[in-house]
Every structure is written in C-alpha cells, then in structure tokens.
T-cell receptor
Framework: QQQVKQSPQSLIVQKGGISIINCAYE??????FPWYQQFPGKGPALLIA?????SEKKEGRFTISFNKSAKQFSLHIMDSQPGDSATYFC???????????FGKGTMLLVSP | DVKVTQSSRYLVKRTGEKVFLECVQD?????MFWYRQDPGLGLRLIYF???????EKGDIPEGYSVSREKKERFSLILESASTNQTSMYLC?????????????FGSGTRLTVV
C-alpha cells in the first residue's frame, strides 16, 4: 500500500517562530506533493504544492522543501501566527494513479 | 469558487440502519471522492468516481457503497451502520488528472452510530 508518513503528530510554536512539518514517502513513482490546511469545522483546503523537478517552492510565509534522493518533503511556516493554527496534511500522487495519498496530519497550535 | 455541499452536518443513526450521505458539487468536476477522517488516522479514502455511474474502491471500502447517477452528485451508503463507522465523513471533488488543480472538500458530516 502506498504510504506517506507525516511527523510530528502535533506541534506547538510560539508566535513569530518557524513551524516545520515533515513527510516521507517510499513510492518513487510519486510526482506531485501537495499540502492541505484544515481549520476546525471545515474541510481541508489546498495550501501549496510542488513537483520533484524543483527543490523548493515558496508562497508567502509557506515554503515546501523537497529532497528527492531522501524521498522527503517538508512544510515550513515562517513567522507563524495564531491564525495558522490548524491541521496540516501532506499528500502525494503519481501519474496514472488518480487519487491522493494523505499523511495522518499534524495539529499545529501557534501560541500568542 | 467550487462549492462542495454535504447535506448534513451532524447525523445520529442506530446500529443496523441504512444510512445515506449526500454530496453535491457545482462546478462540473469529473472526479468525486469520499474520505473518512479519524483522530490519529488522517484521511482514508473509501470510494471515488471518475464519471457518472463509475466507481472505484479506495483503501477502506468494506461496509460502504456509493452511487453516482448524476455528475454533480455522489452518495455514500452505509448498508448496515455499525458503531465502528462513527466518524467524520468528507466529500471532495476535483477537475482533471489527479486533481492537480486541487481537491475541493465539503465541510464534512459527523456521523454517530449508536
């Protein structure tokens, strides 16, 4: 079974700090890696995504770092804010396989 | 913006009941999905559909079935509800190959089976 392993399960960061969430995968056919953000009472929403032809993608305070040789990718949230408090899911998919495989999620709490 | 609407926010059903969870999307997306979300287990795919009257099993299809009679509507059916099916159920839709433009999720239905 395809798997994406996500860590940590929960994370507490002070306001202004850097939040880092890591994911690892085994299937070398994966070629699309999105991150989803879920607020309480809402469904997950696409936050940012990367393909393996680049090692980093940045959108505002959110950055994905990708290490193809290690089969790992991570989400960095710079200058974390209380409004970033949410559950974050990494995911992966491969050409010819049309669904996303999600990690188990990380609950982020940014303390004021 | 694409909107995915799940018909019920909260449901309480009795063991053995047949339960229908309804999902409607309004942007002509080909792909629709049903996931369940449980603490510590993340999002697990139950069933998905690429087209009308087409369905594929996901990772945990046992005890569930689906129906897609119209492009915009995807129903999840619990044939005989059991307490281990108490969960948050999330419907999603996407356009095109692997949802590269992103999955759009509904707000979820929290089902309790007693």
């Amino acid at each position: 079974q395809q798997q994406v392993k996500q860590s940590p399960q929960s994370l507490i960061v002070q306001k202004g700090g850097i939040s880092i969430i890591n994911c690892a995968y085994e299937n070398t056919a994966f070629d699309y890696f999105p991150w989803y953000q879920q607020f309480p009472g809402k469904g997950p929403a696409l936050l940012i995504a990367i393909r393996p032809d680049v090692s980093e993608k940045k959108e505002g305070r959110f950055t994905i770092s990708f290490n193809k040789s290690a089969k790992q990718f991570s989400l960095h949230i710079m200058d974390s804010q209380p409004g970033d408090s949410a559950t974050y899911f990494c995911a992966a998919s491969s050409t010819g396989y049309s669904t996303l495989t999600f990690g188990k999620g990380t609950m982020l709490l940014v303390s004021p | 913006d694409v909107k995915v609407t799940q018909s019920s926010r909260y449901l309480v059903k009795r063991t053995g009941e047949k339960v229908f969870l309804e999902c409607v999307q309004d942007m002509d997306h080909e792909n629709m999905f049903w996931y369940r979300q449980d603490p510590g287990l993340g999002l697990r795919l139950i069933y998905f559909s690429y087209d009308v009257k087409m369905k594929e099993k996901g990772d945990i299809p046992e005890g569930y079935s689906v129906s897609r009679e119209k492009k915009e509507r995807f129903s999840l059916i619990l044939e005989s509800a059991s307490t281990n099916q108490t969960s948050m159920y999330l419907c999603a839709s996407s356009l095109g190959d692997r949802g590269l433009l992103g999955y759009t999720f509904g707000s979820g239905t929290r089902l309790t089976v007693v």
